[in-house]
């Protein structure tokens, strides 16, 4: 299969809120008041969260159907941590992002203990999302004209 290529585009819509546009979707992107935004809105980091979740719910259906069963239901519970200090400019010791992402995937279905075994590692393996928060991707930031 050929590569695929997702694009979107972003206006801001204030100091802390920007509009998104995917697709014939737009999504809004806010910070809570403590932050300088309006809180209407899921943050940035939540939207890395949101976005893993909904790829891990994809892989795990897909390759469900692989393996021969059907998930009935598939609860994703996930959190991260990060330290604020390097992104409000206080210090550079610790990196800006999640230093860990826990994530606790309980699915409803009949596959036995083994095959759920065989069935998370795949999905954490062939996740997308997955790949780009667990590997280095290169990311080339520029100046519009």
């Known amino acids: 299969m050929a590569d695929l290529k997702f694009s979107i585009k972003a206006n801001m819509a204030s100091k802390a809120k920007t509009v998104v546009k995917a697709r014939n979707f737009e999504m809004v992107v806010d910070e809570p008041a403590n932050l300088g935004g309006t809180d209407s809105a899921p ?24 393996m021969g069963f ?42 036995d203990s083994d095959t759920l075994k065989k069935w998370l590692h795949a999905v954490e393996e062939r996740c997308p999302v997955s790949d780009n928060i667990q590997n280095i991707t290169e990311v080339k930031v520029e100046l519009g004209s």
């Open 43 to 66: 943050n940035p980091v939540e939207y890395v969260l949101a976005a893993f979740a909904g790829c891990l719910n994809v892989m795990g259906n897909l390759i469900a159907g692989e």
């Open 70 to 111: 059907e998930l009935r239901a598939l609860d994703i519970e996930m959190s991260g941590t990060l330290n604020p200090d390097k992104l409000f400019g206080k210090s550079d010791a610790e990196r800006s992002g999640y230093k860990v992402i826990n994530v606790k995937m309980t699915p409803d279905c009949d596959a």
